[in-house]
């Protein structure tokens, strides 16, 4: 309840406690000089001194509502943008049936590494975090404002062994992703957290997937970017090494990933339903890239000018009791009160 501007009544014993406290002490004022005059003649105590008491009363009363301050502090919160980016390093991603912007027959992963660098671009002030996903998901780089750093790792992506694969499962990034969510959110509440993931879609893997839904908790928005083509291609045999490119092999069957059904050259495809699937348990959406499209239009464009710094002011409150002045007017109450009952009872000795 505003009295004045800037003063409020905050009863510390709440308004319900504090108001029978005080509607008691307001009916004590009362009594009290009704009752003096019905005892006029047959008291002691004269008017200045019932008006004392009753004073002092109302004094207390008004302590019990608590007359309060009331100011205001302005703060200034930054709200960051966080962007993880995962990239599917699966051997389907060296199929070369991609295309980004100008560039075309070029091999999903090379999509995918441009894809990133535009990324870059279109979040000027973002920190990123880096993963690659193929039999397990690995955080390469934590939130970092250094886009060179992120440049770096998308150039330096390489397809995982053919060796080593054991099928493409697209919840590979799903732990990692959860943990360095989560640390994020907690550490910076008010920070918008992003998600790029960039695959072909294919899910080979005899193990179910699981539903990237657990991320909404942490998500602000996610992006599905799907790389590859329906038609497909054959997936050349990636080597244990890290040098060379993809689709640089020499010609012969024995150079391509085959199908143990029927021991011909596997042709892999991106798979849109999968995609589209992921996007829709993030909440999220999915956009091909493909040729004559690049991140600079569609749906990234526009997130990216949503998503960037912003200063956000939040105006607080406070309550700040202001008891002492009336406390000090009853202690000087209580103080004549106690003289002037000492000089009373002196006379009637």
């Given at each position: 309840?505003?009295?004045?501007?800037?003063?409020?009544?905050?009863?510390?014993?709440?308004?319900?406690?504090?108001?029978?406290?005080?509607?008691?002490?307001?009916?004590?004022?009362?009594?009290?000089?009704?009752?003096?005059?019905?005892?006029?003649?047959?008291t002691d105590a004269g008017?200045?001194?019932?008006?004392?008491?009753?004073?002092?009363?109302?004094?207390?009363?008004?302590?019990?509502?608590?007359?309060?301050?009331?100011?205001?502090?302005?703060?200034?919160?930054?709200?960051?943008?966080?962007?993880?980016?995962?990239?599917?390093?699966?051997?389907?991603?060296?199929?070369?049936?991609?295309?980004?912007?100008?560039?075309?027959?070029?091999?999903?992963?090379?999509?995918?590494?441009?894809?990133?660098?535009?990324?870059?671009?279109?979040?000027?002030?973002?920190?990123?975090?880096?993963?690659?996903?193929?039999?397990?998901?690995?955080?390469?780089?934590?939130?970092?404002?250094d886009d060179r750093a992120?440049?770096?790792?998308?150039?330096?992506?390489?397809?995982?062994?053919?060796?080593?694969?054991?099928?493409?499962?697209?919840?590979?990034?799903?732990?990692?992703?959860?943990?360095?969510?989560?640390?994020?959110?907690?550490?910076?509440?008010?920070?918008?957290?992003?998600?790029?993931?960039?695959?072909?879609?294919?899910q080979t893997s005899s193990?179910?997937?699981?539903?990237?839904?657990?991320?909404?908790?942490?998500?602000?928005?996610?992006?599905?970017?799907?790389?590859?083509?329906?038609?497909?291609?054959?997936?050349?045999?990636?080597?244990?090494?890290?040098?060379?490119?993809?689709?640089?092999?020499?010609?012969?069957?024995?150079?391509?990933?085959?199908?143990?059904?029927?021991?011909?050259?596997?042709?892999?495809?991106?798979?849109?339903?999968?995609?589209?699937?992921?996007?829709?348990?993030?909440?999220?959406?999915?956009?091909?890239?493909?040729?004559?499209?690049?991140?600079?239009?569609?749906?990234?464009?526009?997130?990216?000018?949503?998503?960037?710094?912003?200063?956000?002011?939040?105006?607080?409150?406070?309550?700040?009791?202001?008891?002492?002045?009336?406390?000090?007017?009853?202690?000087?109450?209580?103080?004549?009160?106690?003289?002037?009952?000492?000089?009373?009872?002196?006379?009637?000795?």
């Amino acid at each position: 309840m505003n009295i004045l501007n800037g003063l409020t009544l905050d009863p510390s014993l709440g308004w319900t406690g504090g108001g029978i406290l005080t509607a008691l002490l307001l009916l004590l004022a009362a009594a009290i000089p009704i009752t003096h005059h019905r005892a006029k003649g047959h008291t002691d105590a004269g008017t200045l001194a019932t008006v004392r008491r009753t004073v002092m009363v109302l004094v207390l009363a008004l302590m019990v509502l608590t007359p309060s301050v009331v100011s205001q502090t302005t703060n200034r919160a930054i709200n960051a943008t966080d962007v993880y980016i995962a990239v599917d390093v699966t051997g389907s991603m060296a199929v070369k049936d991609a295309a980004y912007g100008d560039h075309s027959d070029i091999s999903r992963l090379e999509a995918a590494r441009l894809a990133v660098d535009d990324l870059t671009k279109a979040y000027p002030d973002a920190s990123f975090a880096a993963l690659r996903f193929g039999m397990s998901g690995t955080l390469d780089l934590p939130l970092t404002p250094d886009d060179r750093a992120i440049g770096n790792w998308s150039r330096g992506l390489r397809t995982e062994p053919t060796s080593q694969s054991a099928g493409s499962n697209l919840d590979a990034p799903l732990d990692q992703l959860v943990i360095s969510m989560k640390e994020t959110r907690q550490q910076h509440p008010d920070d918008r957290i992003l998600l790029y993931l960039i695959t072909d879609g294919e899910q080979t893997s005899s193990h179910p997937r699981r539903s990237f839904s657990t991320l909404r908790a942490y998500l602000d928005d996610a992006f599905v970017l799907g790389t590859g083509s329906a038609t497909g291609g054959r997936i050349p045999v990636s080597q244990d090494t890290l040098e060379g490119t993809e689709g640089t092999h020499p010609e012969g069957d024995d150079q391509w990933v085959k199908d143990p059904q029927t021991g011909q050259p596997g042709i892999s495809t991106m798979d849109q339903k999968n995609l589209k699937a992921l996007a829709d348990e993030m909440s999220g959406s999915f956009e091909h890239l493909d040729k004559g499209r690049t991140l600079d239009s569609g749906t990234t464009a526009k997130a990216s000018k949503q998503y960037r710094v912003t200063t956000v002011t939040k105006i607080r409150r406070h309550v700040t009791p202001l008891i002492w002045p009336l406390a000090l007017v009853e202690v000087i109450l209580l103080i004549w009160e106690l003289a002037d009952w000492i000089r009373t009872s002196r006379r009637l000795l």
